[in-house]
């Protein structure tokens, strides 16, 4: 029954690796969001897309980038990583806001833990 | 998008009616309030939504006050597994990229 996968549980990496972090979707949601987790800070959003190749900043987008060539996958893409992007990211998506009530509830993935050492 | 404040903090016996309590007084006519729930180490779960009047469902109910500025999510008997961080959210349903912001919310601890 899962809906929203991240392709790594926990990834360690070294400062100045690309890294790519994974998301699929199956529920044919046109909404993908990824946000970022650290403690005392709550969720914080860096990317979202609401569309096939659409995308917009969140709140804290520096640093990361995002590619959503296909409407199941939206990639979070770290180009140079460093020490403070190590956190917990989580990828939601959801239904296109000009539905029905409900659109906008969002369905996350499990999360992913990235260490930058 | 609106902000949210809830208590850091909240404790509650198991089997009891747990009474998370949100204060939301700048949201605009048009903005849901969410619930979302998140046990430790997994991504975040939506539990209910509501506009003006109040909402029930399998897992909770939502009560909102009549001039929306709060709202308060009841478990009716909370078991040990509602032991999880609890987010009150409110976001508008847009066109194109609507998006919900989280706040740090409460950590609801269930106790026997």
């Known amino acids: 029954d899962v809906k929203v996968t991240q392709s790594s549980r926990y990834l360690v990496k070294r400062t100045g690796e690309k890294v790519f972090l994974e998301c699929v979707q199956d529920m044919d949601h046109e909404n993908m969001f990824w946000y970022r987790q650290d403690p005392g800070l709550g969720l914080r959003l860096i990317y979202f897309s609401y569309d096939v190749k659409m995308k917009e900043k969140g709140d804290i987008p520096e640093g990361y980038s995002v590619s959503r060539e296909k409407k199941e996958r939206f990639s979070l893409i770290l180009e140079s990583a460093s020490t403070n992007q190590t956190s917990m990211y989580l990828c939601a998506s959801s239904l296109y806001g000009g539905r029905a009530s409900g659109a906008n509830v969002l369905t996350f993935g499990a999360g992913s833990r990235l260490t930058v050492l | 998008d609106a902000k949210t404040t809830q208590p850091p903090s909240m404790d509650c016996a198991e089997g009891r009616a747990a009474n998370l309590p949100c204060n939301h007084s700048t949201i605009s006519g048009n903005e849901y309030v969410y619930w979302y729930r998140q046990i430790h180490s997994q991504g975040p779960q939506y539990i209910i939504h509501g506009l003006k009047n109040n909402e029930t469902n399998e897992m909770a109910s939502l009560i909102i006050t009549e001039d929306r500025k709060s709202s308060t999510l009841i478990l009716p008997h909370a078991t040990l597994r509602d032991t999880a961080v609890y987010y009150c959210?409110?976001?508008?349903?847009?066109?194109?990229?609507?998006?919900?912001?989280f706040g740090t919310g409460t950590q609801l601890k269930v106790e026997l």
């Open positions: 959210i409110v976001g508008i349903l847009t066109g194109g990229g609507n998006k919900l912001t």
